[in-house]
């Protein structure tokens, strides 16, 4: 149906930068996304969202995050971005990347689902 591609993780110091990419593509089906966003998951917690922006650029943050990361998204491409400044220690975590994706064999709605991507792992380093 819709797959979710990650891209951008990797180790840095603290108060350096990253940026994240996240890319939707569909073999075989039409498809559109929205709702799209960034979640983490650190070790020994729960995973928590991040940022989203909706379709028409509505962005939101959590707040342990605001002024610090920025979201953007390129609609034609299906691809939603996390640009990520002034690290911090407790930024590490996978981050996943995930979206609401409408698809079509042709003209034929096929439905509507809630699709993750593979996770890309954020470090660090104090």
């Known amino acids: 149906q819709v797959q979710l591609v990650e891209s951008g993780g990797g180790s840095v110091q603290a108060g350096g930068s990253l940026n994240l990419s996240c890319a939707a593509s569909?073999?075989?089906?039409?498809?559109?996304?929205?709702?799209m966003g960034w979640h983490r998951q650190a070790p020994g917690k729960e995973r928590e969202l991040v940022s989203t922006i909706g379709r028409d650029g509505t962005t939101t943050y959590a707040d342990s995050v605001k002024g610090r990361f920025t979201i953007s998204q390129d609609n034609a491409k299906n691809t939603v971005y996390l640009q990520m400044n002034s690290l911090k220690t407790e930024d590490t975590a996978v981050y996943y990347c995930a979206a609401d994706c409408s698809y079509w064999r042709g003209t034929l709605y096929l439905g509507t689902n809630k699709y993750w991507g593979q996770g890309t792992q954020v470090t660090v380093s104090s």
């Open positions: 569909g073999s075989g089906y039409i498809f559109s996304c929205s709702g």
